[in-house]
Each structure stands twice: as structure tokens, then as C-alpha cells.
């Protein structure tokens, strides 16, 4: 109990703070937890470890409820998980029911949020105590393997592939370091360029860039609009909500929060797949698959239950292999780079009171979210009024002066961001998958070292295969995986070929 004296005032506020800060960006269209967590990334720098895990878990918690505020009342989701509440939500929503469809939709992110919570806290530790056992061979396939399933799940398996290895690229640039089994020299850099990039990219103005300036990038494009008046935003009052509601839906609310988590165990997969595989389950499994579409609250618990099961079942593998489920978790890692800390197998053996403390900020976030939400949702459901001309330019001088501070004020941190925010805006057209890429970014270096070391204990490539049973089993998931990919994209091309 000793990670109580963590729990200070401070690190409680910072939680709900970053709770209500992520709801907000949430509920606006087009910003997403994701680019919550990457504009406040570089505040964590100052307060520590637990307390800027504290800041950022709330946003996460945060950031992926409030989606349902615009997937409801305006039928446009706020993040890309909330895209199935669009469907039953916006209709109660037009039939005078917005209200009775936020608070179900607010209760069902609730109780997803806790299952799995309560998933992260069994089978974490689990997970890591059997991972301890890795040698280096079983540490390179399973990076190889969370890379095929990233590139299994993308909308195009090559593209996937091929964006998880552009990344691997990229986090090779600098020098091969001799302690990692290098020579010394520098590599993939152009002389005029070798002292800015000796070290490499710097991870977090790249993780700003991608998922900060790359957003503003996007909106830009497609011209700011005008954005809702208050009149347009009805939230309605003609069916009152009760939690009676939620009798019958106790199945529902389970399965979908246990295929959330699951879905955000798998690496780089994210909320949208979730919403829709838990969606996809619930209208299957329901008596009145016909209601559907039309404002069933069973779809508003499934999707809500199953995006809010994301957020404890993408922290299972990041704690665990030091692997980012999603790429939300994947900017967490920032937190642990700028604190000198490398998460993984160890990680919870060697800081139990960091990893209680994040159980406890997390439990805080999902009891803070409900409890905000469930009471001011009439205030929450405003924001999407404020107009966007107003935020973007603020969020754009936040991720500049975060690039330029992270790392005590260099310049080039500042080009970084420039390089991959226009990076990050282009990859979306010329179809590269950006979660395998920045995924790919943070495990390419750990790839390498383990690839190397493997072959310098072993001296033989056979050893991937023969070294022990974990081995083969892995090289089985790899193929099961890159198989199934092609089977469903066989599948999906016959469908559209008959369509």
C-alpha cells in the first residue's frame, strides 16, 4: 500500500483535469484523444512520472467518452471509436431523446471502462511474469509478430506491412551504437545532416507531429467549418433516462466490454474496430436485429461499452512486452522516455507502486468521466458549439512550443514536428497505415538489438525456429495471422466483385 502516498491532491486533480480536458476534445469533431494526449504530452516533463501518467490516463479515459457527445446529437463521431453510436444515438437523438441516449451511452462507457480495468489489473502482471522468461529470440518474434497483426487488421495487409517497416527504417537513422551490437558509425544520414541526427528522430516531436500538427493538417484541408449554433444542438428532453434501461443488457454490456478489451489487446487495431466488432456482436446475438439502426439503446451499449473496453485492454501488452496496444498508448511511451523508464516485462516487477498508481488514476478517471458527464452532459453537449477557428491555432502554438522544449529548447525538434505532421497529413492519401508506422517507429531499435543479440549468442538463423516452444508457437500466430489476412481480403474482394 505503499503507492498510496502517491495519491497526493495534486495527482487526483491532475486526473479529473485531464478527464475534463479529454472529454472536451472528445466531443469536438476531429480532435481525438489521441491528439489530446500528444499537445499536453510535453506538460508531463515537469510534474514526474506518476503524476504525468496521472494527466495522461485521464485524457485517454477522457478523450474516448466524450466521442459519444457529437456521435449522438449531431451524428458525426467526435473519434473514430465512437462511429457506431452514430447509429442508434442519432436517431433517439431526432426523436427527441438525446439526452436518455447520452446517459446510456455515458453508463455503458462506464462499466466497459472497469471491465477492463479490472482485465488490466488480473492479467498484466501475469502476462509480464511469463514474458520475464523471454530470451531474445521471443522478444524479436513477438515484435515481429504484433507487426503482422498491425499489418493484418490495416485496410491493406501490404500497405500495413510496409508501413510497420517504413517505420523500423526511420528509427534506425543515427548511429549503430557499439553497445547494441554496432560499429560506432553513422547510418541512412546525409553528412550535412549528421549533427542534428546523430541520435535519430527525437520520439516526441514526431509523436506531436503525427498525431498533433497532422490532425490540424487534415481540417485545414477540408476548410474549418462554421460549426453548430446552440439552437441546432437539441439535446432533447421527451423520454426521461432510467438505469432500468440496462435490465436485459447485462450480457451486452459484458460481452461488449470483453471484445473491447481484447480488440485493444491486439497492437495498433483501435477503438473503431472494437465499437464495430462489439456492434456487430450485439445486433447479431439480439432478439430485434431489425431495431437496429434505428435507436436501439442495445447498439449505444454495445459500441460504448466495447470502445471504453479499449482503453485498460491496450495498456495490457504496453505494460506487459512494452508493446502500445493502440496509438494512444503508444504516445504513454513518451511519458515513460521523458522519465528515463523502459516499460516492459520489468516494468511492474521493478515499479509496483507506478503500476498501482496507474490503476488507482485510471479507477479516478472512469468514476470522474461518469460522474461528470452523467451530471453536467448538458454543458458537455455545448462544446461542439465552440468554433474550431479559435482552437486550432491555439493547439498549433501548444505543439510547437511542446517540440521545442522537450528536449531543452532545439530547433531542429521544431523541424521534426514540421517533417512528420506534413508526413502524417500525406500518409493518409497515399495510403500508409499510421498507427504500424509509429509503432513500428518505437519498436524498430528494440527490434534490431534483439535480432542482433540473438545472433550473437546462437551464431545461426535457425535459431528463430528451434530456440524453444514459445518460439514455434509465435512463428504459428505469425503465419495464422498473415493467412487470415489474406483469406479476409480474398473474402471482401469476392463480396465487392458481386456487389
Given at each position: 500500500m505503499e503507492f498510496l502516498s502517491l495519491i497526493s491532491p495534486l495527482f487526483v486533480a491532475l486526473v479529473l483535469g485531464g478527464t475534463l480536458i479529454g472529454i472536451i476534445f472528445g466531443a469536438i469533431p476531429g480532435m481525438t484523444a489521441t491528439m489530446a494526449v500528444a499537445v499536453c504530452l510535453p506538460l508531463t516533463y515537469s510534474l514526474g512520472l506518476e503524476n504525468g501518467l496521472a494527466l495522461l490516463l485521464g485524457l485517454y479515459v477522457g478523450g474516448i467518452s466524450g466521442g459519444l457527445v457529437p456521435a449522438i446529437l449531431l451524428g458525426i463521431p467526435g473519434t473514430p471509436s465512437s462511429i457506431t453510436t452514430t447509429f442508434d444515438g442519432h436517431p433517439m437523438a431526432q426523436n427527441g431523446e438525446g439526452e436518455k441516449a447520452l446517459r446510456i451511452g455515458i453508463t455503458a462507457s462506464f462499466v466497459g471502462g472497469l471491465v477492463s480495468l479490472f482485465i488490466l489489473y488480473l492479467f498484466a502482471p501475469a502476462l509480464a511474469n511469463f514474458?520475464?522468461?523471454?530470451?531474445?529470440?521471443?522478444?524479436?518474434?513477438?515484435?515481429?509478430?504484433?507487426?503482422?497483426?498491425?499489418?493484418?487488421?490495416?485496410?491493406?495487409?501490404?500497405?500495413?506491412?510496409?508501413?510497420?517497416?517504413?517505420?523500423?527504417?526511420?528509427?534506425?537513422?543515427?548511429?549503430?551504437?557499439?553497445?547494441d551490437g554496432g560499429n560506432g558509425e553513422m547510418r541512412l544520414v546525409p553528412e550535412s545532416l549528421a549533427y542534428w541526427l546523430d541520435g535519430g528522430f527525437s520520439l516526441l516531436p514526431v509523436l506531436i507531429g503525427l498525431f498533433g500538427l497532422a490532425a490540424i493538417l487534415e481540417q485545414a484541408e477540408i476548410g474549418v467549418p462554421k460549426g453548430q449554433t446552440r439552437d441546432e444542438v437539441k439535446i432533447g428532453g421527451k423520454s426521461s433516462f432510467s438505469f432500468g434501461i440496462f435490465k436485459g443488457q447485462i450480457v451486452n454490456l459484458?460481452?461488449?466490454?470483453?471484445?473491447?478489451?481484447?480488440?485493444?489487446?491486439?497492437?495498433?487495431?483501435?477503438?473503431?474496430?472494437?465499437?464495430?466488432?462489439?456492434?456487430?456482436?450485439?445486433?447479431?446475438?439480439?432478439?430485434?436485429?431489425?431495431?437496429?439502426?434505428?435507436?436501439?439503446?442495445?447498439?449505444?451499449?454495445?459500441?460504448?461499452?466495447?470502445?471504453?473496453?479499449?482503453?485498460?485492454?491496450?495498456?495490457?501488452?504496453?505494460?506487459?512486452?512494452?508493446?502500445?496496444?493502440?496509438?494512444?498508448?503508444?504516445?504513454?511511451?513518451?511519458?515513460?522516455?521523458?522519465?528515463?523508464i523502459q516499460v516492459g516485462p520489468l516494468f511492474i516487477g521493478n515499479n509496483p507502486d507506478t503500476?498501482?498508481?496507474?490503476?488507482?488514476?485510471?479507477?479516478?478517471?472512469?468514476?470522474?468521466?461518469?460522474?461528470?458527464?452523467?451530471?453536467?452532459?448538458?454543458?458537455?453537449?455545448?462544446?461542439?458549439?465552440?468554433?474550431?477557428?479559435?482552437?486550432?491555432?491555439?493547439?498549433?502554438?501548444?505543439?510547437?512550443?511542446?517540440?521545442?522544449?522537450?528536449?531543452?529548447?532545439?530547433?531542429?525538434?521544431?523541424?521534426?514536428?514540421?517533417?512528420?505532421?506534413?508526413?502524417?497529413?500525406?500518409?493518409?492519401?497515399?495510403?500508409?497505415?499510421?498507427?504500424?508506422?509509429?509503432?513500428?517507429?518505437?519498436?524498430?531499435?528494440?527490434?534490431?538489438?534483439?535480432?542482433?543479440?540473438?545472433?550473437?549468442?546462437?551464431?545461426?538463423?535457425?535459431?528463430?525456429?528451434?530456440?524453444?516452444?514459445?518460439?514455434?508457437?509465435?512463428?504459428?500466430?505469425?503465419?495464422?495471422?498473415?493467412?487470415?489476412?489474406?483469406?479476409?481480403?480474398?473474402?471482401?474482394?469476392?463480396?465487392s466483385e458481386g456487389a
Open positions: 514474458a520475464i522468461k523471454f530470451s531474445y529470440v521471443e522478444k524479436f518474434l513477438i515484435i515481429l509478430f504484433a507487426l503482422t497483426v498491425m499489418a493484418a487488421l490495416s485496410s491493406d495487409m501490404l500497405m500495413g506491412i510496409f508501413s510497420g517497416f517504413l517505420g523500423i527504417f526511420i528509427s534506425l537513422i543515427g548511429i549503430y551504437d557499439i553497445s459484458l460481452r461488449s466490454s470483453g471484445i473491447g478489451t481484447f480488440v485493444g489487446i491486439l497492437p495498433g487495431v483501435g477503438g473503431s474496430a472494437a465499437s464495430i466488432l462489439a456492434y456487430s456482436n450485439a445486433k447479431t446475438f439480439s432478439k430485434h436485429p431489425e431495431k437496429f439502426g434505428k435507436g436501439e439503446p442495445s447498439g449505444i451499449v454495445a459500441s460504448e461499452a466495447g470502445n471504453n473496453g479499449l482503453t485498460g485492454g491496450a495498456l495490457v501488452p504496453l505494460l506487459s512486452l512494452g508493446i502500445p496496444g493502440d496509438s494512444t498508448t503508444a504516445l504513454l511511451i513518451g511519458a515513460f522516455t521523458l522519465q528515463g503500476w498501482n498508481a496507474m490503476i488507482f488514476a485510471m479507477l479516478i478517471a472512469n468514476i470522474g468521466m461518469f460522474i461528470m458527464m452523467y451530471v453536467a452532459i448538458r454543458y458537455f453537449a455545448m462544446v461542439v458549439t465552440i468554433p474550431k477557428h479559435i482552437l486550432f491555432p491555439v493547439i498549433l502554438m501548444m505543439c510547437v512550443i511542446g517540440a521545442y522544449t522537450i528536449n531543452y529548447g532545439i530547433m531542429f525538434d521544431v523541424w521534426t514536428l514540421l517533417i512528420f505532421g506534413i508526413f502524417g497529413w500525406l500518409a493518409v492519401k497515399i495510403g500508409i497505415e499510421v498507427a504500424p508506422f509509429i509503432i513500428g517507429f518505437i519498436l524498430g531499435p528494440a527490434a534490431e538489438v534483439y535480432f542482433v543479440k540473438s545472433l550473437e549468442s546462437f551464431g545461426d538463423v535457425s535459431i528463430f525456429f528451434t530456440k524453444s516452444w514459445i518460439a514455434m508457437l509465435l512463428w504459428v500466430l505469425i503465419v495464422a495471422s498473415v493467412a487470415g489476412s489474406i483469406f479476409l481480403a480474398r473474402n471482401k474482394k469476392k463480396l
